[in-house]
């Protein structure tokens, strides 16, 4: 459907005619509903629907850099751009032998994009290909696949993240499992490095974090609606974690000053060490997302 400035909306629904899906604006998944129809995304009543600037929420990708790196654009140009959706196999409802319904997306940016990777590199649009394929399972396990490869270009590196903001209750009572005893990078001194000693991350005020060679496997547990959103990643070593609290909430236009309660950033990425891409070569960084009932949080 056209929508968001005629943007294309594609909605993933579950095979089993469920309330399950997902919906993606571009590159951007901006909503994921479980059996019951409930959003698990959360999406800023301020949120700026103007193409092609990243709607605040959903899954934007921050790609080709993350953080601002020196350049005008904080989180790359990918986030920002109208992809193209490829020869998915109509209809989007229903295809794969395993009951998964997907939809291709490829970016395909222009010089100007270039502008704003890191000067340093000298990257045309033709020399490298970025596919996302988006999928979502019978069981309403959402899986982002990144494919970027340099076609026939000069070496060039990267950083990446699917920046994914959980819907939250309230942050107060939210944890984060999995990201214990590691390093990490804190956006709030300067990307000093730390050693995490909580038991589990909890949220008293603004978090801006870059864990640092994270498991594969993380929890972000919702106390008060008893459910626990799973992460697992592949080629994705960091993860990211972000609540602006209050006062950066106030600060940002496309957010309510209240809403940073029910929101949290916990972001798959590969930002510490960037990734360099011979010619010929390809990345993958695959993100898996699932919700369970929080009673099963320990076997995440
Ligand atoms: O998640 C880390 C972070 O870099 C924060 O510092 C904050 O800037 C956030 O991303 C949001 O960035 P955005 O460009 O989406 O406003």
């Not at 059996?35 to 009543?45: A, P, Q, R, V």
């Not at 590199?121 to 970027?148: C, T």
């Not at 870059?210 to 960091?238: C, M, Q, W």
């Not at 590969?270 to 099963?296: C, D, H, N, Y």
Request: overall charge negative; hydrophobic content about 35%; aromatic content about 10%.
């Amino acid at each position: 459907t056209k929508d968001w400035n005629g943007i294309d909306q594609v909605v993933l629904r579950s095979p089993h005619g469920a309330s399950a899906r997902v919906s993606l604006y571009g590159g951007q998944v901006t909503s994921w509903r479980n059996d019951h129809g409930e959003e698990l995304l959360f999406t800023s009543s301020k949120a700026i629907f103007k193409a092609p600037k990243a709607m605040r929420g959903g899954i934007p990708i921050c790609f080709p850099q993350f953080g601002n790196g020196g350049s005008t654009e904080l989180h790359g140009f990918a986030r920002n751009k109208i992809w193209m959706i490829e020869d998915s196999p109509p209809p989007l409802h229903l295809n794969d032998s395993h009951g998964k319904s997907f939809v291709d997306l490829l970016l395909k940016p222009s010089d100007d994009d270039m502008k704003c990777w890191p000067h340093r590199i000298f990257v045309i649009p033709s020399s490298f290909e970025f596919r996302l394929r988006v999928s979502l399972a019978a069981d309403g396990v959402l899986n982002m696949i990144s494919r970027i490869r340099n076609v026939n270009g000069k070496p060039f590196s990267f950083s990446f993240a699917y920046h994914t903001y959980f819907s939250v209750s309230d942050i107060s009572e939210v944890r984060i499992e999995g990201l214990e005893t590691l390093d990490y990078l804190d956006n709030l001194c300067q990307k000093e490095r730390f050693t995490e000693q909580g038991n589990a991350i909890t949220f008293e005020s603004e978090v801006d974090r870059v864990y640092v060679s994270a498991p594969n496997a993380i929890a972000i547990l919702d106390h008060e609606k008893k459910r626990t959103f799973v992460i697992r990643k592949e080629g994705l070593p960091d993860i990211v974690v972000w609540n602006p609290w209050e006062k950066k909430s106030r600060a940002m236009g496309d957010l309510g000053d209240e809403e940073y309660k029910q929101m949290v950033c916990v972001d798959g990425a590969a930002i510490v060490r960037p990734i360099t891409l011979k010619p010929g070569e390809e990345w993958t960084g695959r993100m898996q997302l699932k919700v369970v009932p929080s009673s099963f949080c320990s076997d995440h």
